[in-house]
């Protein structure tokens, strides 16, 4: 008995880290709604989208990491609890009496669960604060709610391969996945590269096979595992086109549709609306704050952990509730590696310091680095590699209006750097090489790389511009260079005259830079007292 009370307690005081259910100051309940409305109009007759809000993540014990809800699920809703799901109709049709083109599922008011966490929104909350009209509990899911799947031509969801973590807090979106998946005869094997093969060998005809086939040969290079479905591994060994038909014509037909909904998102989140360009830019201010305050505050001998707690000071202080992504602060060597997140190294120097951070303000996140040099003052090499680097930048963002493409941006820029490397004896001249070794651009929103196509640039995108030079220590050049990583990455705005960098207010040019840092910081009289 003894046992049984204390297993109780300690899940009772598990610690759940839930953020509020939905932004009182963030989108609006018709912005939500009106979202919802153009993600109809792309759906095909007859069908039903089924959105899944993310599971809970264990951080350690009882102790779980802060919830952050699936960005397209709160792009169409604006909730943020968890064990819940989103069913929208393309059209409208009767639900337990009621004509509804949407359905929402939620977790129930719970005192005892609201103490602990905070308060939950509930069916009556969720009707009057967020627009539904019809909302049900989470446990009313499946056949309670009067929704037969099977009665729909295609049923569009994401892939739901991937096992959710068990816990009793996942336990509802557990059961809801098992009733999903059990309703519409879910393919057990399916997964979201199969899915994209399958309708890549579907789409191919005689004329096109052998491209296709090429293609996944590439495929086959990152995913290795897919050979060993049957039919892939049928359809790219078949000796002739016709017999590529022959295996073709054997794909299963169903239902369920998981690659279809990715490309709708893309779609509808990479042209920003005057809503959310508001809050982006919020974001990208806080975030170039950050850089500026930083500039002010670095000093030789402080850490990266030291630096890193600066830039994140400001965006709490600016009230914004996240991180976009864990904070890169990487110096001398540590720049060159281009996810560096331990951000550990003590006693900066004399080297460059690159940093990479982003706020998140009420769902939305900035994307901006810089790199400056610790001392104040970039030597001669650092700021050879740093021009290069600022030429690409400004190559990049000059081109940037409707109609340029992401690849005209990142050739701009390449170019530059190509030839500057050759320049300056790095490289030879054709010479392949991985001193840059990303794109250059990417959507950003609700996600740090947020969905979006590759079309043309139109206007309402809000995306990167980040070319970067990394020369890590053992590298094939002079040992001058080692160690010289440099990244300069903004947030750019189309608007249909060209372009905005929103993030324009953090310094960029090397004497901008260094004249910034002969500014005094606000946190110069901080001193703590010494802890051993």
């Known amino acids: 008995m003894k046992k049984i009370f204390w297993t109780l307690l300690l899940l009772l005081c598990s610690l759940t880290s839930f953020s509020q259910s939905y932004f009182e100051d963030g989108l609006s309940s018709d912005w939500h709604k009106g979202r919802r409305a153009e993600l109809r109009k792309l759906m095909p007759a007859n069908s039903v989208a089924v959105f899944f809000n993310n599971p809970v993540k264990n951080r350690t014990n009882d102790v779980d990491y802060v919830y952050h809800p699936n960005t397209d699920f709160f792009y169409l809703t604006g909730f943020r609890e968890p064990n819940a799901v989103l069913v929208i109709f393309s059209e409208g049709r009767e639900v337990n009496g009621k004509m509804s083109d949407e359905l929402i599922f939620l977790q129930n008011r719970d005192p005892r669960a609201e103490m602990w966490n905070g308060k939950r929104l509930g069916v009556e909350g969720m009707m009057s604060e967020l627009g539904f009209d019809e909302a049900m509990l989470n446990s009313e899911f499946g056949a309670k709610s009067g929704i037969n799947l099977q009665d729909f031509d295609k049923i569009l969801t994401f892939s739901l391969s991937e096992e959710i973590e068990g816990s009793s807090t996942n336990a509802p979106l557990i059961q809801m996945v098992e009733e999903f998946k059990t309703a519409t005869a879910y393919p057990e094997k399916l997964n979201e ?100 305050e930083v500039m002010k505050a670095a000093k030789v001998g402080m850490t990266e952990r030291e630096i890193q707690g600066v830039h994140e000071f400001i965006y709490k202080r600016y009230g914004a509730e996240e991180l976009g992504y864990p904070s890169i602060v990487g110096a001398g060597n540590n720049g060159c590696i281009l996810h560096y997140i331990e951000n550990d190294k003590r006693d900066l120097t004399d080297r460059l310091l690159l940093m990479d951070l982003g706020a998140e303000w009420r769902g939305y996140t900035a994307d901006v680095t810089r790199t400056i040099p610790i001392n104040g003052k970039f030597n ?65 929103g609700l996600d740090v790389h947020d969905r979006g196509t590759r079309e043309p640039l139109r206007e309402g995108m809000i995306f990167t511009i980040e070319p970067g030079i990394y020369i890590p220590e053992g590298s094939n050049c002079d040992k001058k260079w080692w160690g010289i990583g440099v990244r300069i990455e903004d947030d750019i705005l189309i608007t249909k005259d060209g372009a905005i960098n929103l993030s324009g207010d953090a310094p960029r040019s090397v004497a901008a830079i260094e004249e910034m840092m002969k500014l005094p910081s606000v946190l110069e009289d901080w001193v703590l007292p010494e802890i051993d």
């Open 380 to 444: 001669e090499e650092e700021k050879a590699i740093y021009e290069l680097v600022y030429q690409a930048q400004e190559a990049g963002i000059s081109i940037s209006k409707p109609g340029t493409t992401f690849q005209e941006i990142d050739e701009a820029g390449r170019k530059i750097i190509n030839d500057g490397l050759v320049k300056l004896g790095i490289v030879k001249a054709g010479e392949s090489h991985m001193y840059f070794p990303h794109g250059t651009s990417h959507h950003i």
């Open 193 to 292: 590269v199969t899915a994209q093969i399958y309708k890549m060998i579907q789409n191919s005809d005689l004329e096109s096979s052998d491209q296709v086939v090429q293609m996944l040969k590439r495929y086959e290079r990152q995913y290795p595992e897919m050979m060993e479905d049957p039919l892939i591994s049928s359809f790219m060994n078949a000796e002739s086109p016709e017999k590529r038909m022959v295996v073709k014509d054997g794909i299963p037909e169903h239902k369920v549709d998981i690659t279809s909904l990715s490309s709708m998102m893309a779609s509808l989140r990479e042209i920003k609306t005057p809503e959310e360009i508001t809050l982006l830019k919020k974001a990208v201010k806080i975030s170039a704050v950050g850089q500026i």
